[in-house]
């Protein structure tokens, strides 16, 4: 009973945590959208167009508007051609702006060519691209008919003509920014993510810790913010060929699905699952390197290849929910189940994306004004990521600190502070294994036995302490310092500083001598030392090296008492 209470508060809590990041990351959108709405005057040219398509029957349509023209009903390589009675001009330097996908494009004003484009790659069936065009319009335009003439090709998905309307040439680009202002903002913090991302795959590569998932972000975080650009058109800054603009569109899209099963995959515990997302990895890779040669030695275009990455998009969508389902009773900690929800949440507006393509149909709760929330369904999982990822080097933080922590309790001596007798041995160790010369100084205090007896072992602890100190002052730079036990200490060093010892064991006696004067103890703080080093006899091991300092000690301790 008090399990499945504590599963409902556990549960209750993941659900509230991603209910507050949907609702921030949501907000946060819509006051961008809001902030960044600016209506500019434009002069509409969606209704009243005439449609003539030539195909066999040569069938025209009159008084239509562009949202119901039936392009659909153009066959392959059929000429569509449009025209309207241009109204009264409103601006200075006029222009007209369409978008239009995959067409060799005609405009002409009074039968007069006013901008050509495609006719040669439409010939040599060469990549179109689509693009956000800008066409220059005289000022006295008003009562001309504006014609426009596109020449589909095989790949062209050309339901409607999208945007068209007449506007201020200082307001074009503007605008185009304005109506896409949410997911510019987006990409922009998609390409800053990517790039930390990816500096911090460096860096953890030299640590030597696992960058798989790293790589995973970055990569999914650079090609979304490269397909958003380029679907909006806002990309048209940076590339101004269409062709090459739509390859940039087309091999991120192909390639997205790659990353995002690269980041999901170790959310699946079962092997069987595993396999399938491995499966849909290798598949969606094969695609694009397909689509890429294929394009690159101009057999197939890439938009060909888009029907079927579609519905192998919409199958491991489906797939991908039906995997979370099964695993949904898997134990996982608060973060991944947060990461695990946000995911959820971008397949469903990629499902529903893809969907609104395919069909060409407008989902309301999917829209705002005219910008899509796929940008939103990515923001909310890149922040829950950016949770998991947070909570998740915090945690390792902490562990790495406890680890160290227990390290250092378990090599410190607990009254001194100093190297404990475990952890000398372990660098007597090293010098071994290194084979380096080594030079050690065994230590050790007179008449701490008589302090002890005397005057209480808290003031034996006290002397034991004030020399501590004072060793460790003094050798701090050039040696590891430690207590092997009772009143005994040692210093390890390179054999190569043998030149200078004497002048830092005339140093440490100062320092004693100085402590004796200042502290005005009943007793005088007094050591007795030795040191030996294997430089020159490779043959003693640094134990062999302790045992004759320890030696040389001993005999410096019987002459002090003569």
Known sequence: MCDKIDRFWRLKRQILLTVIVVVVTCGMATFLIVFSHRDYETIPLQEHWKVTIDSR???????????????????????????????????????????????????????????????????NEKLLGSGYFLVPLPE????????????????????????????????????????????????IFLIAMGLIELCSVFFLFQA??????????????????????????????????????????????????????????AFFTKPMLK???????????????????????????????????????????????????????????????????????????VFFETLRYCFKKNYDFLVIGNQSLLPVGVLIWIVTMLIRFTVAMYRGFVSELQQELLKKMAYTDALTAL??????????????????????????????????????????????????????????????????GGDEFIVIMDASKKAYVEEILHKLTQRVHEYNMTEKHPYLLQFAYGYATNEGESALTPWDVYKKADAKMYRCKRKQKI
């Open 57 to 123: 029957s040569g069938q025209e349509y009159q008084d239509v508007s562009i949202w119901d023209a039936p392009f659909d009903k153009a066959d392959k390589k059929d000429a569509i051609n449009l025209s309207i009675v241009l109204p009264e001009n409103r601006f200075v330097q006029p222009e007209l702006a369409l978008r239009v996908s995959h067409c060799a494009l005609d405009v002409y004003l009074d039968q007069e060519l006013l901008y050509s484009y495609g006719e040669e790659l439409y010939k």
């Open 208 to 265: 030597k810790k696992p960058i798989r998932s790293m790589i995973s972000i970055s990569a999914f975080s650079l090609l979304m913010s490269f397909w958003m650009s380029c679907c909006n058109k806002t990309m048209q800054f940076l590339i101004s060929d269409y062709g090459r603009l739509t390859v940039v569109e087309y091999v991120a899209m192909y390639l997205l699905p790659v990353g995002v099963i690269s980041i999901s995959y």
């Open 419 to 484: 190297s404990n007798r475990a952890k000398c041995e372990e660098v007597m160790q090293d010098y071994a294994e290194k084979k380096c010369p080594i030079l050690i100084i065994d230590m050790d205090l007179n008449n701490f036995k008589n302090v002890n007896d005397t005057y209480g072992h808290s003031e034996g602890d006290r002397m034991l302490c004030a020399f501590a100190n004072i060793l460790e002052e003094v050798f701090r730079e050039v040696a590891t310092v430690g207590r092997m």
């Open 275 to 349: 396999k399938v997302a491995r499966v849909a990895e290798v598949w969606f890779l094969l695609l694009a390197f397909v689509a890429i040669i294929t394009q690159a030695l101009h057999l197939v275009n890439l938009p060909k290849y888009a029907a079927v990455f579609r519905a192998s998009l919409l199958i491991v969508i489906l797939l991908a929910v039906l995997f979370m389902i099964e695993e949904r009773n898997v134990p996982r900690v608060l973060e991944e189940k947060i990461e695990i929800s946000g995911l959820a949440i971008f397949l469903i507006f």
């Open 140 to 187: 006295d335009y008003e009562g001309k008919t504006l014609s426009i003439r596109l020449r589909k090709v095989a790949e062209s998905k050309f339901n409607y003509m999208e945007d068209t309307c007449i506007i201020s040439a200082g307001d074009a680009l503007k605008r185009l920014i304005t109506d896409n202002f949410l997911s510019v903002v987006i990409s």
